[in-house]
Nanobody, 127 residues
């Protein structure tokens, strides 16, 4: 089991950028697939981006493609989400999730397949 902690959220105007970080401890980080998910008020938690154990495969929600980039550094036990061209609809609490791999490809994009979650970091896009 790993214990993720998110950081980097904040208030930004539309079109701006933020970089989220997730650090984890308590397990073999490289054994875990990782993902960024978000949840807005009144909505279900949804995929933003996910990354395989060694970083060789990435997955993006349609809303994130071309704007967000997920990466990881297994030597630092860290995962990142670079968010550019932020929109009002990106406002949400962003969560870092982890799960032991390997697994079916579909598990990368399903919140229920992730077993360990951070407390979340608030991203607010507003004028």
């Amino acid at each position: 089991q790993v214990q993720p902690v998110e950081s980097g959220g904040g208030l930004v105007q539309p079109g701006g950028s933020l970089r989220l970080s997730c650090t984890a401890s308590g397990g073999a980080f490289s054994s875990y697939a990782m993902g960024w998910f978000r949840q807005a008020p009144g909505k279900e938690r949804e995929l933003v981006a996910a990354i395989s154990r060694n970083g060789g495969a990435t997955f993006y929600a349609d809303s994130a493609k071309g704007r967000f980039t997920i990466s990881r550094d297994n030597f630092k036990n860290a995962m990142y989400l670079q968010m550019n061209s932020l929109k009002l609809g990106d406002t949400a609490v962003y969560y870092c999730g982890s799960r032991l791999g390997p697994g079916p490809t579909a598990y990368y994009t399903r919140p229920a397949s992730y077993t360990d979650w951070g407390q979340g970091t608030q991203v607010t896009v507003s004028w």
